[in-house]
């Protein structure tokens, strides 16, 4: 437009007023140049001043409705974690809790009692938080023997007590168990019987009876072993004669010095068999163990020393001593695993070295899997191997055989 009115005025005006056109031309091409440039500013200003109303308008509706939607949303509740008051309490690694009663750790093994689901045993390695609302005897592995209220989560455990609150690694933890508990808590047994009867043209009678006893603390353990076999056959009078009796009876006392090493120091041994001439045979030993392996699954520990082994038969030959003794060697081993959830294998194997006159080599084997029928009951199947290297030959000249095998399947009761 400014072009437009300084070319109307510089050519359509007469040629005489050339300067005034000139002039007029001029002045009016400078004053529209600043008109339009006044006005494009006083536009483009408009324009911000009306995006940021927008923009502002746009955010602050963000805002709210960010604001409604967060209060509308649920909030992340916290962990939940019981307080120990009344009773102990364990979470697994699956998170469910597990409310009652902790019987004591060992071996990688807890033994919690609860009301609804009765007396379990749980590997070490699926415990993540434990908390007890009573006093503990807990076994630290380079530390010992320790005492005080007891908190275990993933990596740590908290023992506190009147004059100290201390954290340790949850991996030095040996053993522990309640504290000022009954001396009933502190025993685990199990029963197993075996029975078996015929008749007709056969009669036969037969059991065995094996009891596990077990007493744990924190940092000592005391075995007994029983295990007795009887078998009655018809002798063809009518009458049942006795062709089997033995009895076998063990029992140790071990000391946990660190997680895997412990010392025995007395460890007894009674055994009666005669049907292979054996009156008595009594072992008194001492001796040292280590764990192999303790991994929650699988158990293997070895022990063994030196012994003094004393022996008296039932008849020996003219002109031999009824009872003989000797010093020897002993050596124990226990095999336990899990082959599934429901079936375990277990392996003892006992084994003795003396002189010849008190049967030289002797072991003692029992192979065994047991079957989970409820809580605590269970099939037992055992394999027993009683071997005598240099049986002792009786008054009228026999010699019994060296070797007794036996299988055995019976229910079993643990408490």
């Known amino acids: ?28 091409q400078l004053f529209l140049s600043v008109l339009f ?5 006083e536009m483009s200003e408009t324009y911000s001043d009306s995006d940021v109303v927008q923009d502002t308008k746009d955010s ?20 939940w974690i019981p307080s ?5 309490w364990i979470q697994l690694t699956s998170n469910e809790w597990l409310k009652g009663k902790i019987n004591g750790m060992y071996e990688d093994s807890l033994e919690f009692d609860s009301d609804k ?4 045993e749980i590997d070490w390695g699926d415990v993540r938080i434990l908390r007890s609302y009573r006093v503990s005897d807990v076994n630290l592995e380079d ?12 990596g740590k455990i908290r023992i506190s007590n009147d004059y ?28 197993t019987l075996s029975f078996d009867a015929k008749k007709g043209n056969t009669d036969q009678l037969d059991y065995t009876a094996k009891v596990n006893m077990k007493r744990r603390s924190s940092t000592t353990r005391f075995l007994l072993d029983y295990i007795g076999n009887i078998s009655k056959t018809n002798g063809g009078d009518g009458d049942l004669i006795e062709t089997i009796n033995n009895h076998r009876l063990n029992a140790s006392y071990d000391y946990y010095k660190t997680r895997y090493f412990f010392y025995t120091p007395v460890y007894v041994e009674y055994y009666r068999d005669p049907f292979s001439n054996i009156d008595s045979k009594i072992t008194l030993a001492t001796g040292l163990g280590y764990t192999l392996i303790d991994d929650g699954v699988t158990e293997l520990s070895l022990s063994g020393g030196p012994a003094f082994v004393k022996t008296k038969f039932i008849s020996v030959a003219s002109g031999e001593s009824n009872v003989e003794s000797s010093p020897g060697l002993w050596l124990k081993t226990n095999y336990d695993t899990e082959l599934t959830n429901t079936i375990d294998f277990i392996a003892k194997y ?10 030289g080599y002797t072991h003692h084997i029992i192979l065994t899997l047991n079957n989970e029928i409820t809580g605590a009951l269970d099939f037992d199947t055992s394999f027993i191997w009683d071997r005598i290297t240099h049986p002792t030959e009786a008054a009228d000249g026999t010699v019994p055989f060296p070797d007794d095998y036996r299988i055995t399947v019976g229910i079993s009761y643990t408490y």
């Open 1 to 28: 437009m400014s072009n437009q009115l300084f070319h109307y005025l510089y050519f359509r005006l007469p040629l005489n007023n050339m300067p005034i056109k000139l002039s007029a031309a001029i002045a009016i």
């Open 37 to 41: 440039t006044v006005s494009a500013a």
């Open 60 to 79: 602050q509706s963000d805002v709210e409705q960010t604001a409604a939607t967060n209060k509308s949303a649920p909030e992340v509740s916290k962990e």
């Open 84 to 88: 120990a008051e009344k009773f102990d």
């Open 117 to 120: 689901l009765d007396l379990l």
């Open 143 to 154: 530390i010992g023997p320790t005492s005080g209220m007891l908190e275990v989560t993933d």
């Open 164 to 191: 100290e609150n201390k954290t340790y690694d949850r991996s030095s933890l040996i053993s522990f168990a309640p504290a000022g508990k009954k001396e009933l808590d502190l025993w685990s047994i199990k029963a």
């Open 350 to 359: 006992n084994m003795q070295f003396s002189n010849k006159e008190t049967g």
